[in-house]
Nanobody
């Protein structure tokens, strides 16, 4: 069964906003780290933002000031609010969840396309 599910991707114009959601099955216990990764055509997968159960947050330099990650620990759910989107943000966005920096569980990905 699917244990991690992303939603919220879509097509927007430059300067617009999207909010991504990722829900991990509550049968997966003690998830410490949840994060968002992205992969654009011809590019390597990169970490976009990450948050721990205790609230420690990391952002890639390319999204600082524009993206905000948040988490509902009780629901094993993480969100990514993306504002001031740019064409270079276009990618498939993946949610990862696990017990350390390396995710143990992955979502199927959701496409974000930003037109100029």
């Amino acid at each position: 069964q699917v244990q991690v599910v992303e939603s919220g991707g879509g097509l927007v114009q430059a300067g617009g906003s999207l909010r991504l959601s990722c829900a991990a099955s509550r049968s997966i216990f003690n998830i410490n780290v949840m994060g968002w990764y992205r992969q654009a055509p011809g590019k390597r997968r990169e970490l976009v933002a990450r948050i721990t159960r205790g609230g420690s947050i990391y952002y890639a330099d390319s999204v600082k000031g524009r993206f905000t990650i948040s988490r509902d620990n009780a629901k094993n759910t993480v969100y990514l609010q993306m504002n001031s989107l740019k064409p270079e943000d276009t990618a498939v966005y993946y949610c990862g969840a696990g017990y350390s920096e390396a995710p143990n569980y992955w979502g199927q990905g959701t496409q974000v396309t930003v037109s100029s």
